[in-house]
């Protein structure tokens, strides 16, 4: 019996590994079929891209994604089992298809119907096909088909068309991934009402400003684990319907930019929350105290925000912290010894607060860090020497603290990349930082070290080392002993001469800044490095020309040679240097005119050439630079007309071409975005004539808003390479007069707007459409020859600080407008014609005799003048009639021509003499618009 029972066992096993096996093989016809289908679907509407192109933000995190495109479908044959096609995972038994992963294939197009028909699908990655988009129908007909769909990722596709509303038939969708997918404007309320849905990713949907809140997602509360909502721009506070979600264990809202509000108690005390980023939005208020002993957070980030107070005393509580994250915040107070206590904290970063005082002297754990940041704060006295010591210590940066004293050893030989610049530290350099081995950073600069050329050292791993500012009279001789060397920084200190020969012969070396010396070694001695990226010469005494051997270093990315006594021509190859996108050659005594054959594909986003002696015309190839964001001219000798041909630089943000002999009027734009981006125009002193260009005026978009940028947003960075643009910080950007004072740029505000057209030969009127310029900081017209009356629209500018109207013919009463520029710090409006009474209140009671004088008609405070009461014509319907097209002169005598010459004539003279009355106004006015109607 048992015998019979075995061999009935063992024919069981074999009937099922036999179906198993077979069921494993093969494919499900239907399914099969369904997939050729997929693959073959019309080309018209659907295919392969295999020339991908990385334009736009959607495009840089495909490309991170999928760093080569596989074509996963161009497997898929006719004739084989699809079980075995890459991307294709079947059933064990049925043979279905229950798994496509179809990611980063190259697909374009719109997604074939067919895909609907794989009724058991569990799993589909569509994800990083950088042109594939899903419609309504289609997506409809496959989410009511779709029952058995747990996960679905769609990162990078296209899904503007598709409502996204979930249907009652997929309840079992467990994981969605929308990243990159631009629904926003399709999103329902009910979005993530998926009853079982445990994971949702929504990041990076908006790539503007657009006023969204967050969601509430209440429907989904009791199930989400996973969230995240990062980079989309939402702007208010966190809904309080998000402290229903419980079960979250990874909650992602940074980059939003526009969060704002406290931070919510409940977000902290959520019980299964291990991750939670808040980072780079705008929180205010103080962290809340409120951790938990039970609280098992691995991760916190609450950087670039603006919450201020103390570390609250309960993040101790928090002993399961591997990352946190407070920098760029304004947390004050000391650091409290509890915080470096966290038994299993590897990174630790404080930096850019304003917390105080010294640093606790001893710690019991931190044996786990690998990364410390305690940079830009006001710590101050000694740096503990646990900070030099901690075992598995990679990365400390100290530097912009105000610690003192010496440092008598470095402990751990760990280090990897170590930053003390910026302090006040004293004393020889302890000899212990040069047997770090493992050393790929150093940065001392900017201290009261002494004793370098005394030490022996050898960095075989050292790849960057910045000693600026540490008044060095001679080059370290590192030559040979540190082969990896890629950055080298000697700036700012009172090396002179020529350089050593070691520097030519480093052939690692790709970022060399040696500026702000007392150097006079020839250029072409620099040149013999062909792999240099950056090279910053610039405040030294070098003299002689610029070789035309400087085009040879062909990966030259950046070059600034600025404020030398450098002489002889601009060497043309540099128009055609492909790789060049910084080049700052101002203050030297360079003649000639400019290059004129700057290539199709330049990459020049930064040209610096004022206070030079450049003489000539302005090449019209310049309009090949469509990269470029920074043009400065200003101070040279070029001789031409207004270059109408700019207007074609989509990016052009600073336009200086101020002091030349430039001439003519300034012709209408023809483009209708043309210096749309443009944020400082600046033309003065040269020989410009005719009318203010209004059609300028109209296309200054970039100025029209008004835009509150963060602190780590506020400056022009060129994008060719933000990386490099970092370190020129020596280099002046552009030379700018306001408020009666010129300002020299080293980094260019972005909310720094303003309009100089000062010391030209303009006449007319100023336009009226010049108070469209909401953002404008500062407008300078004088010394033209304007004439006509102040806009009231000027009333419109509420950004501005400064306003120049003086040396001109402008004439009439001061508009009461004015008045409502409340952060205006200097006005000018000397020499003019302008009469009667000075608005009074606000930023007008703060201005003295000389922003008025040479105006005789002028009255009230704070001239002596008094004004008598006799009414005065209001500047309001003058300024009506001049802007609806119509004049007042002999228009009298045109009136009086049915009444009689005569009584023309004597109307005419009474006008000339005694002024305008209101009646006249009124009754010509009326009669005007009523034959205008009729017409």
């Known amino acids: 019996m048992e015998s019979w029972v075995g061999w009935l066992l063992l024919l069981c096993f074999h009937m099922f590994f036999f179906h198993f096996s077979f069921s494993h093989s093969l494919c499900h016809p239907h399914d099969n079929i369904a997939l050729l289908q997929f693959k073959n679907s019309d080309t018209r509407s659907f295919g392969l891209d295999t020339s991908p192109t990385y334009d736009d933000v959607t495009s840089f995190f495909t490309y991170a994604e999928c ?86 990722i769609l990162d990078d596709v296209d899904m503007t068309q598709s409502s996204m509303r ?69 702007e208010g506070s966190i809904p309080i319907s998000f402290s229903n979600f419980t079960h979250l264990t990874v909650l992602d809202l940074s980059h939003n930019v526009y969060l704002n509000g406290s931070i919510p108690s409940s977000l902290l005390t959520f019980p299964s929350l291990t991750f939670l980023d808040l980072g780079f939005n705008q929180f205010s208020g103080q962290i809340p105290n409120v951790f938990l002993q039970s609280n098992n957070f691995k991760t916190l980030y609450l950087s670039h925000n603006n919450v201020e107070g103390e570390l609250p005393s309960t993040l101790s509580n928090l002993q399961h912290l591997i990352h946190l994250d407070l920098s760029l915040n304004k947390l004050s107070g000391q650091i409290p010894l509890s915080i470096l206590n966290f038994q299993y904290l590897v990174s630790l970063d404080l930096s850019h607060n304003r917390l105080e005082g010294p640093l606790p002297n001893k710690i019991k754990s931190l044996s786990n860090l690998t990364r410390l940041y305690f940079n830009d704060n006001l710590l101050n006295e000694t ?44 004393g020889n350099i302890p000899t212990s930082i040069f047997t770090l081995v493992n050393l790929r950073q150093l940065s001392l600069s900017s201290n009261n070290f002494s004793g370098f050329h005394n030490v022996n050292y050898n960095f075989p791993k050292l790849e960057r080392l910045y000693l600026s500012s540490l008044g060095l009279t ?37 970022f060399l800044n040696l500026s702000q010396n007392l150097l006079t070694t020839p250029i072409k001695q620099f040149l013999r ?58 203050r030297n005594e360079l003649n000639g005119t400019l290059p004129s054959s700057f290539s199709m594909n330049s990459l020049l986003s930064v040209i610096n050439l004022n206070d030079n002696n450049l003489e000539g015309i302005l090449p019209k190839s310049l309009s090949n630079c469509t990269k470029l964001e920074i043009l400065n001219l200003a101070n040279n000798q070029i001789e031409d007309k207004f270059p109408k041909w700019l207007q074609t630089l989509p990016r052009l943000t600073v336009l200086v071409l101020r002091a030349n002999k430039l001439y003519g009027p300034i012709p209408s734009l023809k483009m209708k975005h043309g210096f749309s981006s443009l944020l400082i125009f600046d033309i003065s002193s040269n020989y410009f004539n005719g009318s203010i260009p209004k059609t300028y005026i109209q296309n200054f978009q970039a100025m029209k808003n008004v835009i509150r940028y963060k602190v780590g947003e506020l400056y022009i960075q060129p994008s060719s390479n933000a990386s490099v643009y970092e370190f020129a910080t020596v280099t002046e950007f552009a030379t700018i007069t306001t408020k009666a004072i010129t300002m020299t740029f080293k980094k260019i505000p972005k909310n720094f707007m303003t309009i100089d057209l000062s010391r030209n030969k303009f006449e007319g009127e100023i336009p009226y459409v010049i108070g469209e310029l909401h953002a404008l900081k500062g407008l300078n017209f004088s010394h033209n020859r304007l004439s006509g009356y102040i806009p009231q629209s000027i009333g419109n500018l509420t950004n501005l600080e400064s306003l120049d109207l003086s040396s001109n013919m402008v004439m009439g009463r001061i508009p009461t407008e004015l008045t409502n520029l409340n952060f205006l710090e200097v006005l000018n409006l000397s020499y003019n014609h302008l009469v009667g009474k000075i608005p009074e209140g606000k930023q007008f009671n703060t201005f003295e005799n000389n922003s008025y004088i040479g105006n005789l008609g002028l009255c009230a405070f704070p001239l002596s003048k008094k004004c008598n009461n006799t009414k005065q014509q209001s500047p309001s319907s003058l300024n009506f009639w001049r802007e609806e097209g119509f004049e007042f002169g002999w228009e009298a005598v045109v009136i009086g021509y049915g009444c009689g010459i005569i009584f023309g004539i004597g109307l005419g003279i009474f006008v000339l003499f005694i002024g305008k009355p209101e009646w006249l106004v009124k009754m010509v006015g009326g009669g005007l618009r009523k034959k205008m109607r009729r017409r």
């Not at 044959?77 to 298809?97: A, K, L, M």
């Not at 496509?100 to 119907?113: A, K, R, T, W």
């Not at 929504?202 to 969230?227: E, F, R, V």
């Open 474 to 510: 001679e080059f370290p001789k590192i030559v040979g002993k540190v082969p990896m060397l890629r950055d080298l920084d000697l700036s700012n200190n009172k090396l002179n001469g020529t350089v050593p020969k070691w520097l030519h012969e480093m052939d690692s070396l790709s």
């Open 529 to 586: 490095n062909y792999k240099l990226q950056f090279l910053d010469l610039s405040f030294n005494l070098l003299t002689g020309d610029i070789s035309s051997s400087i085009c040879n270093v062909s990966s030259l990315n950046v070059l600034l040679l600025s404020h030398n006594k450098l002489v002889g021509v601009i060497p043309p190859c540099l128009a055609n240097l492909s790789s060049l996108s910084i080049l700052d050659l101002q």
């Open 383 to 426: 740096i503990p020497v646990w900070c030099l010591s901690l075992p598995s210590l990679l990365e400390l940066d100290l530097s912009d603290n105000q610690f003192t004293g010496h440092i008598s050893a470095i402990v751990s030989q760990s280090f990897e990349f170590l930053y003390l610049c910026n302090n006040k530290l004293q």
């Open 67 to 152: 760093s080569d495109m596989d074509p996963k479908t161009a497997t898929w044959e006719n004739g084989t089992d699809c079980c075995s096609w890459v991307g294709v995972t079947c059933h064990p038994i049925s043979g279905r298809v229950i798994g496509l992963d179809v990611s980063c294939s190259g697909l374009y197009g719109e997604i074939p119907s067919q895909i609907s028909q794989l009724s058991k699908l569990e799993s589909l990655d569509l994800s990083h096909n950088l042109r594939l988009r899903w419609k309504e129908r289609s997506w409809k007909k496959f989410i009511q088909n779709a029952t058995f769909l747990k996960e679905l």
């Open 166 to 234: 979930p249907l009652n038939q997929s309840t079992s969708l467990v994981s969605l991934s929308l990243s990159r997918t631009r629904v926003w404007g399709n999103l329902k309320s009910d979005i993530l009402c998926f009853p079982k849905l445990e994971q949702f990713h929504l990041s990076d949907n908006s790539y503007s400003p657009n006023g969204q809140h967050l969601p509430s997602l209440s429907c989904s509360a009791a199930s989400l684990t996973i969230l995240d909502l990062s980079y989309n721009y939402f």
